[in-house]
């Protein structure tokens, strides 16, 4: 078994690992590097990504986040993908909003620790503790070598112990070892990160404390984030007001014990922008979905003081047209890089 590295290994984001054995090949995930152009020509060099290649047997996406997946949608038709059936939802669910969002039309299942067999390898998932849901760690067997590629990994989380799991019942007999390191040199990492449950504490007072409406601007496919802040809401006694991207991603999750727009505490709002893709792409039926759990721009600045809504800053006009901002707070909860971005820097101001 050979490996090519083509990146990822010098960068944080992008990662392309292709892996070679009696002259077939897969490769593990195919990610768009954080500061790439949005037209720039990223594809690795690999026989089977510029056109179909039958020695390339598939692609694993470990999970979906787009410096994992962020490439998939330029490979050949037909491309075969492996990836969880809950990353793949997602994915598929979050392309009526978003360009970003992809429907991987010839797909194998991941599920945790069944073996897939492509040719000479034997692929065995491990579900793994991440932000992103469905995320999985991988076991790469072939000509009697054993390759372990974790893709994006932690500990912290709501599924921490899938993390300790892994500690005590790890694949044995590896060769080699591929981890992410992101933290790793990062200063500051040293301590540790606040766990779900810590940050559930710290936004239920800040929630209290907010005389007017908590908007909270998460990523809406964090599932582990949103799950926290429902409960948040509820210690504080506030609704949760989702907007129906986020909505459609939790549908498609599949999991009944992840926040829903039929539960009680929980409202859908639809933003000018969402509404207008809605439109252009006619996908009628996904609003139909949350018809019954709607809150509107008119009932916002009554609902302010009871509830949390999640926020991003293409929502800034609807909620300033709303009237809904007198006694309200913001709360970033994501990566503060984002922050430093220049074409963040008019919203903030």
């Not at 690992?17 to 990610?31: A, C, T, W, Y």
């Not at 800034?316 to 430093?340: F, K």
Request: proline share 7%; glycine share 10%; hydrophobic share 40%.
């Amino acid at each position: 078994m050979r490996l090519c590295i083509h990146r990822g290994a010098r960068q944080i984001g992008g990662t392309c690992v292709e892996v070679e054995s009696g002259g077939q090949r897969i490769v593990l995930d195919v990610g768009l590097p954080l500061d790439a152009e949005p037209d720039a020509t990223l594809l690795p060099p690999v026989p089977g990504f510029d056109r179909p290649d039958p020695s390339l047997l598939g692609v694993l996406l470990s999970h979906g986040h787009l410096d994992h997946y962020g490439l998939a949608r330029r490979l050949p038709r037909g491309t075969r993908f492996l990836v969880s059936r809950a990353a793949r939802e997602i994915l598929a669910a979050a392309e009526v909003f978003s360009p970003a969002g992809i429907t991987l039309e010839s797909a194998v299942d991941l599920q945790d620790r069944r073996p897939v067999t492509l040719g000479p390898f034997t692929i065995t998932p491990y579900l793994v503790d991440h932000s992103a849901y469905g995320a999985h760690a991988v076991l790469v067997e072939a000509g009697g070598r054993r390759l372990f590629y974790t893709g994006d990994i932690r500990a912290h989380g709501r599924k921490a112990a899938l993390f300790e799991r892994l500690v005590r019942e790890p694949p044995r007999g590896v060769h080699a070892l591929l981890m992410e390191g992101t933290t790793i040199g990062r200063p500051g990492t040293e301590i540790g990160f606040p766990t779900e449950t810590e940050l559930e504490h710290r936004m239920a007072g800040l929630f209290r404390q907010t005389p007017g409406m908590p908007l909270l601007w998460c990523s809406g496919q964090n599932i582990d984030r949103l799950v926290t802040v429902f409960r948040a809401c509820k210690r504080a006694g506030r609704q949760l007001i989702v907007d129906m991207y986020t909505a459609h991603i939790l549908r498609a999750t599949g999991n009944p014990r992840v926040p829903q727009a039929h539960w009680d505490r929980v409202r859908v709002f639809l933003p000018g922008a969402q509404r207008r893709r809605i439109k252009r792409r006619r996908a009628f039926d996904v609003s139909r979905l949350y018809r019954e759990h709607r809150v509107y721009p008119e009932e916002l600045a009554g609902a302010a003081l009871g509830s949390v809504m999640l926020f991003r800053p293409s929502m800034a006009t609807d909620v300033e047209q709303a009237r809904c901002l007198q006694g309200a707070r913001l709360l970033y909860s994501m990566w503060g890089g984002y922050l430093e971005q220049p074409e963040m820097q008019p919203f903030l101001a």
